[in-house]
């Protein structure tokens, strides 16, 4: 998987952490701020875009993920959108692979247009009785948070972000709508 770097002017300039014995801390400095995968498609989630967020270092280490769903194969017709924070619980480094393990502790979901809501609403997506187009929900504890504990190696090489884990996939509750 790729995900291609974003620019931000809180990035630093040199992002290749491919070098061998780059402290732990300083490959997480070195991942700050968002970085988005373009257009993709794939028979589980049809089409989507993917942004990742790092943020902190340390015990203070943050990640975000945003899959955004579309109707569309240019991804200009948005239908859903997903966000989960996840809670880091170590981070490990392997030569230029550092793995993590953390958990979700919290996952928003929107429709963005009245037919999900709508499709959501009919199936009481996650347990809930009342979607609308537009209004993100907490999912966190319902059955479309059904990830519990994940662990996934990402890398850097010549400033392109790699990660092992694609954790992008429609709640199972409304797959297929």
Partial sequence: MLLGACTSSEQPTNLDSEVEGTSLEDFQKSLQGTWERQCSYDSANGYYKQAIAFAGSGGGFAIVTKDFFFSDSACNFPTLDRIQSLTVF??????????????????????????????????????????????????????????????????????????ALDEVKFPSVISGT
Avoid at 135 to 151: A, E, F, K, P, R
């Fill in 90 to 163: 170590d981070m490990n480094a392997n030569g230029n692979l550092y793995t993590y393990t953390a958990t979700i502790s919290t996952q928003t979901i929107m429709p963005r247009t009245p037919a999900m809501a709508a499709s959501m609403t009919s199936v009481k997506a996650c347990g809930i009785n009342q979607w609308n187009a537009g209004v993100s929900l907490d999912t966190s504890s319902t059955s479309c948070n059904t990830m519990g504990s994940i662990s996934d190696t990402i890398s850097m090489v010549n400033g392109n972000l790699f990660r």
